[in-house]
């Protein structure tokens, strides 16, 4: 398994944006489909967006749809998520994580177990 590390979290006013990294290390990601999730504080971890292992095949939760961009580098080994006009709301630990599920020859993204995860940055966000 490759070991994932988050960046890029902190205290950020609301409107501002806010790009999130996540670098691998112990192997590679060149073949991973990839995640970022999010638990705001007192709720369940849910899912923000994926990405298939060539940078297509994007997926963003619907309700979260719009604000939230995601993208990789195959050659550095990163993924990143960019939040752009950041509400309180997005206040939460935002995790990365590799290798979702599958079902036949494509990604369940919002399935259940991925492969690796980070531990995790925090945002938070103020009015």
């Known amino acids: 398994q490759v070991q994932l590390v988050e960046s890029g979290g902190g205290l950020v006013q609301a409107g501002e944006s806010l790009t999130l990294s996540c670098t691998a290390s112990?192997?590679?990601?060149?073949?991973?489909?990839m995640g970022w999730f999010r638990q705001p504080p007192g709720k369940e971890r849910e899912i923000v967006a994926a990405?298939?292992?060539?940078?297509?095949?994007?997926y963003y939760a619907p309700s979260l749809r719009g604000r939230f961009t995601i993208s990789r580098d195959n050659a550095k080994n990163m993924v990143y998520l960019k939040i752009h006009n950041l509400q309180p709301d997005d206040t939460a630990i935002y995790f990365c994580?590799?290798?979702?599920?599958?079902?036949?020859?494509?990604?369940?993204?919002?399935?259940?177990?991925?492969?690796?995860w980070g531990q995790g940055t925090q945002v938070t966000v103020s009015s």
């Open positions: 994580a590799a290798d979702p599920p599958t079902i036949g020859n494509s990604y369940y993204y919002t399935g259940t177990p991925w492969g690796s």
């Open positions: 990405i298939n292992s060539k940078g297509g095949g994007i």
């Open positions: 112990g192997g590679t990601i060149n073949s991973s489909g």
